[in-house]
C-alpha cells in the first residue's frame, strides 16, 4: 500500500538565501547535530543547494512513488529518499535525473544507490548517495510512503525541513533553526577571510588562533 501525505510547506526564499550563502563546513565548525554521515556523498565535484525536505521511503525492489513524485514536486524541493537498508539497487538514473531538472527540483539526496552517473554529471544535477550501481527498481507495486519522517544517514528528516548540501556533506535543519545558523555561519566564514589576509600578510597561523598558547597552558596546568 502506498501512503500519500500532503507535499510540505515550503522554506521561506529568504531563509534559503541565506542557506545558499553558507558552506556545510563552516557550520560544521559551530553546529553538532543535523549532519548525514559522510558515506552519502555528492556525485556532483562543485554543487551547493539549500531547498525543502520532501521525504520518500521506498522498499528494496519498488520506486514507484518515486516516479509518482515527479507529478507533486515544485521548483526548490530537495527529495531525500529513505531505501529501508537497501544497498544494491538504485532508485535513481538518467530519465529522473532529466525530468527532475526540468521540473527545478534542487537535487535529490539517498540513503542507498543511484545509477546512470554519466547524466547525472551532463545534466550537472545535484545528487548525494552511496554509491552508483547496475540493478535498479521495477514499478513493483509494493508500496512505499510520501512525506513522513525518515531517517537518511543516521539523521531523521521531517517533511518541510530545511536542507543545505555541498561537495562536502549534506545538513538538516528546522526551518526556525535556519535564520540563527545561517548567520552565524556567515560570519564565521568572513573572520575566516580576515584570518587568511593576516596570514597572507605573514602572520602565523597559531599565533592568531590561539592554539600554541592553549597547549602551553595546558602544559603549565600538569
Given at each position: 500500500m502506498y501512503q500519500l501525505n500532503d507535499m510540505p510547506a515550503q522554506v521561506a526564499p529568504e531563509r534559503l538565501e541565506q542557506l545558499m550563502q553558507c558552506e556545510t563546513a563552516t557550520i560544521g565548525h559551530f553546529h553538532t547535530h543535523g549532519f548525514v554521515e559522510p558515506a552519502i556523498a555528492s556525485m556532483l565535484p562543485e554543487v551547493r543547494i539549500a531547498g525543502t525536505a520532501v521525504t520518500v521511503s521506498l522498499p528494496p525492489e519498488d520506486g514507484t512513488l518515486l516516479n509518482h513524485l515527479m507529478r507533486?514536486?515544485?521548483?526548490?524541493?530537495?527529495?531525500?529518499?529513505?531505501?529501508?537498508?537497501?544497498?544494491?539497487?538504485?532508485?535513481?538514473?538518467?530519465v529522473m535525473t532529466t525530468v527532475a531538472s526540468r521540473l527545478g527540483v534542487a537535487g535529490v539526496v539517498i540513503d542507498g544507490m543511484a545509477t546512470d552517473a554519466l547524466t547525472?554529471?551532463?545534466?550537472?544535477?545535484?545528487?548525494?548517495?552511496?554509491?552508483?550501481?547496475?540493478?535498479?527498481?521495477?514499478?513493483?507495486?509494493?508500496?512505499?510512503?510520501?512525506?513522513?519522517?525518515?531517517?537518511?544517514?543516521?539523521?531523521?528528516?521531517?517533511?518541510?525541513?530545511?536542507?543545505?548540501?555541498?561537495?562536502?556533506?549534506?545538513?538538516?535543519?528546522?526551518?526556525?533553526?535556519?535564520?540563527?545558523?545561517?548567520?552565524?555561519?556567515?560570519?564565521?566564514?568572513?573572520a575566516e577571510d580576515v584570518l587568511l589576509a593576516k596570514i597572507a600578510d605573514g602572520a602565523c597561523l597559531p599565533d592568531l588562533t590561539g592554539a600554541s598558547q592553549l597547549i602551553e597552558e595546558v602544559n603549565a596546568r600538569g
Open positions: 507533486l514536486v515544485r521548483p526548490g524541493d530537495v527529495l531525500i529518499v529513505h531505501r529501508q537498508g537497501d544497498r544494491h539497487r538504485a532508485c535513481w538514473g538518467g547525472i554529471r551532463d545534466k550537472q544535477f545535484p545528487v548525494w548517495s552511496r554509491g552508483v550501481a547496475s540493478l535498479t527498481t521495477r514499478f513493483a507495486g509494493i508500496g512505499g510512503a510520501l512525506n513522513v519522517p525518515v531517517s537518511i544517514g543516521g539523521v531523521v528528516v521531517n517533511p518541510g525541513d530545511a536542507i543545505l548540501a555541498d561537495e562536502s556533506g549534506v545538513i538538516v535543519m528546522a526551518p526556525e533553526e535556519v535564520s540563527a545558523i545561517a548567520s552565524h555561519a556567515i560570519e564565521v566564514q568572513e
